[in-house]
């Protein structure tokens, strides 16, 4: 009997393939914004460690980063701009600050690597950083930012994307206490929700303003939210409070106002009852198996989710792109395996007639996972800290496979 074939399913013409990375993450020496003081007091960060020199890409590496993804096949790649350099003061901007971005992105662009750059991604500086997200003054002030980067950098930029995981960076730093500046009150979470949906609207429209027929979006981290028993009333409730609060309410409260939507997704949770969990709107998350660590919990490996979301999504009538797909994986066991299927599962979208138009890998090479310091790997790349030296994974080759295919196998 002969083996059956692999199938090769193509994906459209044109898709990007990249990975994506963000400022404060890889450029090191980000000493002008709320992470660096936030991560000398001690506790903050788990495993005890500072952004430091990052993956010194500030310094000259993100060069040879992006000449790495290109050389792994890669057409494009996600980064972020750092507003804590580009604007050191209120009003006053670094025009050096703007040169290095511009070599950059030129350098990206010289290699052929489409840009989709983000404009806030969870840092501000310190100017701004006593009360964040929750000051009015704040939109306004992104809005002036935005301008000023579609002023010097729009002939560079592809893609625009304003934000960041609002809704993450609203639980984590100001519902909770894990992120700067760590308000900790249900009050500063809902005043920031509404100044992040006020900034997206006020940048979307500077940069607009700036170039017209500019491709302005939004990054939003979708997962998947399942009843821990399906059978069970109070579970379906929490799980349906959750998907709203996490969910639904941001993208509604969008109403349209992107021209393309950037999802983030990592994994699915499932949500039980539990009486005394006021602050997490009674839902425990009990998938099991699940990717985490003692402090986060990216849910659990579910390929058909992502399938799920984007589906969702595409009821909203404009172009999605995957802006973070990836998973904590020191040894790059699970990583292959991850990558490969949600591939698939961003193919079974698309066959299902959702407008996908590109796939970023989270992320390009490990980096400064936030509060877990550099204890969890997500990159392509592994990192030597000490001599800033790259070592390719298997997940790197076998991106660069699917990347140059425009297709990958089904077995
Ligand atoms: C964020 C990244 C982060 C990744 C992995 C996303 O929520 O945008 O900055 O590193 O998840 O936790």
Redesign the pocket.
């Known amino acids: 009997m002969m083996a059956a074939m692999p199938s090769l399913r193509t994906f459209p013409e044109g898709f990007l393939w990249g990975s994506a990375t ?1 400022s404060h ?1 890889v450029e090191g020496g980000n000493q002008g914004n709320d992470w660096w003081a936030w991560e000398a007091a001690p506790g903050h960060i788990h495993d005890g460690t500072r952004s430091g020199d990052a993956c010194d890409w500030w310094r000259g590496r993100a060069e040879e980063d992006l000449s790495l993804a290109a050389e792994y096949g890669q057409n494009a790649h996600r980064l972020g701009l750092e507003w804590s350099r580009l604007e050191p003061e209120p009003g006053r901007f670094d025009e050096a600050a703007f040169d290095r971005y511009r070599a950059i992105l030129a350098h990206a662009h010289k290699l052929g690597l489409r840009s989709l750059v983000t404009l806030y ?2 840092s501000l500086p310190t100017w701004a950083a006593a009360q964040g997200w929750t000051a009015p003054s704040l939109a306004p002030a992104f809005a002036r930012f935005a301008e000023a980067c579609a002023q010097r950098l729009s002939p560079l930029v592809d893609l625009w994307a304003t934000i ?2 609002p809704l ?1 960076l609203a639980f984590m730093a100001y519902f909770g206490r894990q992120w700067p500046p760590g308000l900790g009150s249900t009050l500063a979470f809902a005043r920031a929700v509404r100044q992040l949906l006020r900034g997206h609207v006020a940048a979307r429209a500077a940069v607009h303003r700036v170039q017209p027929d500019a491709q302005v979006g939004i990054v939003l ?1 979708l997962p998947a939210f399942d009843a821990a028993n399906p059978r069970d009333p109070r579970d379906r409730a929490v799980c349906k409070l959750q998907e709203t609060v996490f969910n639904e309410a941001f993208l509604r409260a969008l109403d349209g106002r992107y021209d393309f939507l950037g999802l ?1 997704y ?1 994994g699915r949770y499932q949500v039980a009852f539990d009486l005394s969990l006021v602050g997490r709107m009674f839902g425990r998350h009990v998938q099991t198996p699940t990717v985490s660590t003692p402090n ?1 919990d ?1 849910g659990q490996i579910s390929p058909e989710g992502l399938t799920r979301q984007l589906l969702r999504v595409q009821r909203l009538g404009r172009p999605i792109y995957v802006t ?1 797909n ?1 998973v ?1 994986d020191n040894h790059d066991r699970v990583r292959p395996g991850y990558l490969r299927d949600h591939v698939r599962a961003v193919h079974d979208a698309i066959r299902a007639g959702a407008d996908v138009r590109g796939y970023f890998h ?2 390009l090479v490990d ?1 400064f ?2 509060a877990e310091g550099w204890a ?1 790997h ?1 990159g392509l790349f592994a990192v030597d800290r000490a001599t800033q030296t790259r070592t390719p994974k298997d997940s790197a080759r076998i991106y660069a496979e699917i990347c140059r295919a425009n297709a990958i196998a089904c077995p």
């Open positions: 963000s993450q991604h969870f960041n995981e993450v981290n983030n990592y986060t990216w973070e990836g904590y989270w992320s980096n996972e936030w969890a997500f």
